[in-house]
C-alpha cells in the first residue's frame, strides 16, 4: 500500500522505518522534481540539508540523487546544519528551494522532509497541496549516483556556514555581546545547532558553555528535542548553581528558542515573543507589523496599541505567518512554539537570531532577563500561560472536534464566555484570559492553551477545558 505523504504546518513528518523510508523519501523528492518542473524552476537548482537524527544525512543523499536523476542541480551540505541557515542558502545561491531532512522537535524515532521555496520561507498551504498533488502521482523516481551526479557537476556539496554567518553580523551588535561579560549557558539539545552560539560569541569577555553540544539521535534526557520547561531540567539548574547570566536552548533543528532567567526559571515562549518585540519597538526604534500566531500572547496586541503598530492573527504555522510578513514588510513574525522571524533576514523562523537578539537586548540594557519581564509586565500588565498537551485515541477525535465546534458554551470554570473565533481551532476570550484548543498539525496531540492575568486562573480555565472536551 501506497503511504499518502501529506505536509502539515512544517513539511511531512514520519516515523522512521515505519512510513518515513527511504523509498518514500524519492518518492516524495519525485514529486518535488516534477513540481519544480511545473514551474519552471527546476533549472535553479535545490538547496538539499539535514539535522542530527537518524539517517538523516543518507536521506538527503536519497534527495540529492533523485535529483541528480531529474538534471537539477542539488547544493548538499556538507555538514548537518540548522534549518534557518539551510533555508538562508536559498537566497545564496538563487536556488529553486530546499529540501530539509528534518522532524524539527518531534521524538528521535521521527525524521521529516520540509520545503522551502525560493522565498526561503515555509511553503504555503497553496504550495503544499500542489506538491502533495505531483507526489501522488509521481512514477518511479528517477536516480542518479552521487558519485556521477559531483562527475556531472548536478551534485555539488557545500558550506552553508559562511552566508549564514555573514547576515547574522550584520543584523547583531556581536561585539557589544562578546564584552558585556556573560556567562551564557545554552543547551543544543543535541540538535543542528550546535556550536553557532559559542562559535559566534567567543573572543570576549563573555563566557558561552554548552550542552548537549554533540550528535545523539536519541536524545537522552528528553522526551524530544523540543526547548520547554519539561525538556530544560538540566539547565534549569545550571544556571543559578553556576551564577551564570541566561540560558539558552535550541530546538533539533535550531529554528525555536528557549530561555531561562538568571534564577533557573524558565521564561514563556509568549514571554520571548513580546520581549523581542518590546525590543525592536522601543529599544531599537522600529516600525512594522507584528505577525502571530492565533495562540501567542495578547502582550503583543497591547504593545501594537502602544507603539502604533499593526497586529495580524494567523492560523498556527509559518506556512501561514511567513506569506502575511512578506506581504506587509513585518517587523516580526512568530509563533507560541518559540519560533520567530525578523526583517531583513528570511520570512522563516531563526532560534540562533533569536536568542542572540535576546542577548543584545540585555548588553544593551544592562538588565537581567527576569528584569527584562518585570518591565515589559511594567508596560502590559502581568500575563500567565501554559500549553497542555494531550494525546488521544484517534476513534475519539471527532467526538473532541465536535465538542470543539460547538457554539453553545456560556461559561467555563464559573467565568462567561465574552466572545469566541475559529481562526485556528476554537479560542475562547474572558476578562483578561483566553483559552485555546487545537488539534496540532505535526504531531498526534490535541493542544490547549491558556494566558490570564493570574496561575491560578490558567490552571482552573485548562482543568475545566480538559474536563469539557473530555480528554
Not at 132 to 153: D, K, N, Q, V
Not at 255 to 283: C, K, M, P, W
Not at 343 to 365: C, F, K, N, Q, V
Request: glycine letters at 12%; one cysteine or more.
Amino acid at each position: 500500500m501506497t503511504t499518502a505523504i501529506k505536509f502539515g504546518t512544517d513539511g511531512w513528518r514520519a516515523i522512521i522505518a515505519d512510513e518515513f523510508t527511504f523509498a518514500n523519501v524519492a518518492r516524495c523528492t519525485q514529486g518535488l522534481m516534477d513540481y519544480l518542473g511545473e514551474t519552471g524552476m527546476a533549472g535553479q537548482g535545490l538547496v538539499v540539508g539535514y539535522d542530527t537524527r537518524f539517517l538523516s544525512r543518507e536521506f538527503a543523499e536519497t534527495v540529492a540523487s533523485v535529483c541528480a536523476g531529474n538534471g537539477v542541480p542539488a547544493y548538499l551540505c556538507r555538514t548537518a546544519a540548522p534549518t534557518p541557515v539551510v533555508s538562508f542558502n536559498v537566497l545564496t545561491h538563487q536556488a529553486a528551494g530546499a529540501a530539509i531532512i528534518t522532524a524539527s522537535h518531534n521524538p528521535g524515532h521521527w525524521n521529516g522532509f520540509k520545503f522551502k521555496p525560493e522565498y526561503a520561507g515555509s511553503a504555503t498551504q497553496e504550495i503544499t497541496d500542489r506538491l502533495e498533488t505531483h507526489i501522488a502521482a509521481a512514477g518511479e523516481p528517477e536516480t542518479l549516483s552521487l558519485a556521477e551526479g559531483r562527475r556531472r557537476g548536478l551534485v555539488v556539496d557545500i558550506d552553508p556556514n559562511p552566508p549564514y554567518l555573514e547576515r547574522i553580523e550584520s543584523l547583531i551588535d556581536l561585539p557589544a555581546i562578546r564584552a558585556a561579560g556573560f556567562k551564557v549557558v545554552v543547551d543544543a539539545m543535541f540538535g543542528a545547532g550546535a556550536g553557532y552560539l559559542p562559535g559566534l560569541l567567543s573572543g570576549g569577555a563573555t563566557v558561552v558553555e554548552e550542552l548537549n553540544g554533540y550528535r545523539n539521535p536519541a536524545f537522552p534526557g528528553m522526551e524530544q528535542p523540543e526547548p520547554i520547561a519539561p525538556n530544560l531540567a538540566g539547565l534549569m539548574e545550571r544556571i543559578p548553581a553556576e551564577g551564570a547570566s541566561v540560558g539558552i536552548a535550541l530546538d533539533g533543528d535550531a529554528d525555536r528558542v528557549g530561555l531561562v532567567h538568571e534564577q533557573g526559571n524558565f521564561i514563556s515562549t509568549l514571554e520571548v515573543f513580546s520581549l523581542l518585540a518590546l525590543y525592536l519597538l522601543e529599544h531599537k526604534g522600529q516600525r512594522g507589523a507584528l505577525v502571530k500566531g492565533v495562540t501567542s500572547s495578547m502582550m503583543l496586541n497591547k504593545l501594537g496599541e502602544k507603539f502604533g503598530v499593526d497586529v495580524h492573527e494567523m492560523r498556527v504555522g509559518f506556512k501561514y505567518i511567513g506569506p502575511r510578513m512578506s506581504e506587509v514588510d513585518g517587523l516580526m513574525g512568530g509563533e507560541e512554539s518559540g519560533g520567530f522571524a525578523f526583517r531583513g533576514h528570511i520570512p522563516e523562523r531563526d532560534g540562533i537570531l533569536s536568542g542572540l537578539y535576546l542577548l543584545e537586548y540585555m548588553a544593551r540594557t544592562g538588565n537581567t532577563p527576569a528584569q527584562l519581564v518585570q518591565q515589559l509586565f511594567a508596560q502590559v500588565g502581568p500575563h500567565y500561560y501554559q500549553r497542555r498537551d494531550v494525546a488521544f485515541d484517534p476513534a475519539e477525535r471527532q467526538r473532541i472536534l465536535s465538542r470543539l465546534e460547538g457554539g453553545d458554551l456560556t461559561e467555563l470554570a464559573g467565568l462567561p464566555v465574552l466572545g469566541s473565533d475559529e481562526i485556528d481551532g476554537r479560542r475562547l476570550f474572558f476578562d483578561n484570559a483566553w483559552l485555546a484548543s487545537r488539534f496540532s498539525g505535526t504531531e498526534p496531540l490535541l493542544r490547549i492553551y491558556c494566558e490570564a492575568e493570574s496561575q491560578e486562573k490558567v490552571t482552573r480555565l485548562l482543568d475545566a477545558a480538559a474536563e469539557y472536551l473530555g480528554v
